[in-house]
């Protein structure tokens, strides 16, 4: 049961525009959720986080949307980079004493020059 | 501040035979957690030990084990190996294990079973 859903396996985008990447969860007991970027032959490194009590954070060129009646959140890059070429994870969490991440599968993003 | 690292990077094993990987994590990181990555699954939760105690575990099989030790260094074993375990086994380390405090990823081991 895939609680975390990354229903684009891959994205492709022209530098300078903007690369939207979405994840839909299933588990209402998530109330934290956060991006992960990967570049192959590494391991994964945060990007952003959000807070069910929010609905939108922003970092610089990464804003994060949380749209909890639909259970949806999106990452947006604006404007995207070449160097932004890598797989997004979306993963989750409940914060009640539960100390695992949930991730979907990724989202692979090429960012054209 | 040095990084998570993992060890062995690349690791080939036949079926039947056990294997055990290590992870370091970052001075003064008390939580690891493990993740096994898939190209069919993504990342998946092993399990996550805090002060030498497992805290949480996956759904994974008992064949799949780990420890914790006093330095906060942390091993993963996988016993009676099978084709399904060939997979990229990731660890990560943070303060306290909780989703608020950053984790921080390993590059990996990579494990093919043969």
């Known amino acids: 049961d895939q609680q975390v859903k990354q229903n684009s396996p891959s994205l492709s985008v022209q530098e300078g525009r903007i690369s939207i990447l979405n994840c839909d969860y299933t588990?209402?007991?998530?109330?934290?959720f956060l991006w992960y970027k990967k570049y192959p032959a590494e391991g994964p490194t945060f990007l952003i986080s959000i807070s069910s009590i929010k609905d939108k954070n922003e970092d610089g060129r990464f804003t994060v949307f949380l749209n909890k009646s639909a259970k949806h959140l999106s990452l947006h890059i604006v404007p995207s980079q070449p160097g932004d070429s890598a797989v997004y994870f979306c993963?989750?969490?409940?914060?009640?004493?539960?100390?695992?991440?949930?991730f979907g599968k990724g989202t692979l993003l090429t960012v054209n020059p | 501040k040095a990084g998570v690292t993992q060890t062995p990077r690349y690791l080939i094993k036949t079926r039947g035979q056990q294997v055990t990987l290590s992870c370091s994590p970052i001075?003064?990181?008390?939580?690891v957690s493990w993740y096994q990555q898939t190209p069919g699954q993504g990342l998946q939760f092993l399990f996550e030990y805090f002060s030498e105690t497992q805290r949480n575990k996956g759904n994974f099989p008992g064949r799949f084990s780990g420890r914790q030790f006093s330095n906060s260094r942390s091993e993963m074993n996988v016993s009676t190996l099978e084709l399904g375990d060939s997979a990229l086994y990731l660890c990560?380390?943070?303060?306290?294990?909780?989703?608020?405090?950053?984790?921080?990823f390993g590059p990996g081991t990579r494990l093919t079973v043969l």
């Open positions: 588990n209402s007991m998530f109330d934290y």
């Open positions: 993963a989750a969490s409940a914060l009640s004493g539960n100390y695992k991440l949930t």
């Open positions: 990560a380390s943070s303060f306290s294990g909780s989703a608020f405090n950053e984790q921080f």
């Open positions: 001075s003064g990181h008390r939580s």
